[in-house]
């Protein structure tokens, strides 16, 4: 399995969490993992490759050329490597077809073999849909020219086919598209994929992108969300989006619990400093072990 992470200094201590969250959740295959990099420390790049070694996996690092941004505009609060995703297809060895990419702020719960050994035919993308876009969703369409038919998807957790993408779409055009429409991209790369590729994109389970976002502060949320049996008892991935992370002070999402179960496997410490996320929210927990499961 191939998976890709992108990802500044600021980024490495919950990439362990993650990866080590991966290794134990997918033991079923041998992992490469690729880093796109162009401003980590050498000390963060060895740390990361030994992590993955030490669990028997692969490791690549690529540098990736500033050059590649000379020409782009500089989105407030957006860093270079959230573009990175749109360099996979070049970057990335030719022989590699799909690739798996992965935010760093995310935790696999689940095995990932069903969704990475899936046929993905004329599509460019696998994605799941961003719940949080829903209440403005005629909004956010009508801004980057989507047809209201066709979803807006989160690009935190991104199946790529890179055979397909190669074959048909050059770098240029992506970045080209940037340059004429980078007041509209709020969410950078994650915007450009939406709007030039709706037609290219298969929206696959929210089981696959969980936001943990969506039950840190909304009851009501909450209540329905329990009520969808499929989601309550198949979630595979859990993604800590927003400024809400559970390594920061004052995290309070029903879904930490894992994040801090790997955090302890991993043995990293400043990660795990936070694990009391739950004390104000006890009828979250209470809710969840009552109608969901008690693992």
């Known amino acids: 399995m191939n998976i ?21 959740t997918n033991k079923w295959c041998k ?16 740390k990361i490759k030994m992590l ?18 000379d020409n782009l505009p500089q989105i407030k609060r957006i860093s270079n490597e959230t573009y990175y995703r749109l360099l996979c297809a070049e970057l990335l060895p030719e022989n590699i ?48 020219n989507i047809p209201l038919n066709k979803p807006y998807i989160n690009a935190g957790v991104l199946l790529i086919n890179l055979k397909l993408f190669r074959e048909e779409v050059r770098t240029e055009e992506l970045f080209e598209f940037v340059k004429l429409n980078y007041k509209k991209l709020y969410f950078s790369d994650q915007d450009v994929i939406n709007s030039m590729f709706y037609n290219k994109i298969k929206v696959i389970s929210l089981n696959y992108n969980c936001k943990s976002c969506l039950v840190n502060d909304n009851l009501i949320k909450y ?57 104000h929210f006890w009828l979250y927990n209470y809710l969840y072990n009552k109608y969901i499961h008690k693992n």
């Open 223 to 279: 209540l329905l969300f329990i009520v969808n049996k499929k989601n309550r008892m198949d979630i595979k991935i859990i993604h800590y989006l927003a400024d809400d992370k559970p390594w920061k002070k004052g995290f309070h999402s029903r879904y930490g619990r894992y994040f801090y179960k790997y955090a302890k496997i991993s043995k990293n410490d400043e990660m795990n400093q936070h694990s009391n996320y739950n004390k």
């Open 4 to 24: 890709l992470v992108a990802l500044n200094d600021a980024y490495v201590a919950p990439l362990e969490v993650m990866l080590t969250s991966l290794f134990e």
């Open 31 to 46: 992992i490469k993992v690729f880093l796109f990099y162009s401003n980590i420390k050498e000390s963060n790049i060895k």
């Open 52 to 69: 993955v070694e030490k669990n028997g996996h692969l490791f690549e690092a690529i540098f990736v050329s500033t050059n590649f941004f």
């Open 97 to 144: 077809d799909k690739v798996l990419y992965l935010d760093a702020d995310i935790i696999i719960k689940e095995s990932l073999k069903q969704l990475y050994n899936s046929q993905m035919g004329k599509f460019y993308f696998f994605a799941a849909k961003d719940e949080n876009i829903d209440i403005d969703n005629w909004k956010i369409h009508k801004k980057l």
